[in-house]
Nanobody
Framework: AQFVESGGGLVQPGGSLRLSCAVSGTDFSVYTWAWYRQVPGKERELVAS???????NYEGFVKGRSIISRDNSKTTVYLQMNSLEPEDTAVYYC?????????????WGRGTQVTVST
């Protein structure tokens, strides 16, 4: 699979961003998709996931502030992020998660940088 993430940027605390991930090279509709993020010097961590049926799950640090969605016709996954905090600063990636949260595909996109700062 190939991933192209976009939508990141510089935003003030309390602001919002909508991230997009265009997926190609695989049967998009049958997979669970997830957003991950990584801060330099730390491991990549799972942020949110959405199943093929549309069920969603969020890690505690974004719960209530983010909404993950998918458009099978566009083979695209989205992450609407609200009430952004400086701690949300990271590079955001998408992939398909195994049950343990680890990524299914070994390939990653370039990610999209989110910076939350005054």
């Amino acid at each position: 699979a190939q991933f192209v993430e976009s939508g990141g940027g510089l935003v003030q605390p309390g602001g919002s961003l909508r991230l997009s991930c265009a997926v190609s090279g695989t049967d998009f509709s049958v997979y669970t998709w997830a957003w991950y993020r990584q801060v330099p010097g730390k491991e990549r961590e799972l942020v949110a996931s959405i199943t093929s049926g549309g069920s969603t799950n969020y890690e505690g640090f974004v719960k209530g502030r983010s909404i993950i969605s998918r458009d099978n016709s566009k083979t695209t996954v989205y992450l609407q992020m609200n009430s952004l905090e400086p701690e949300d600063t990271a590079v955001y990636y998408c992939n398909s998660p195994w049950d343990d949260g680890n990524a299914c595909f070994t390939s990653w996109g370039r990610g999209t940088q989110v910076t939350v700062s005054t």
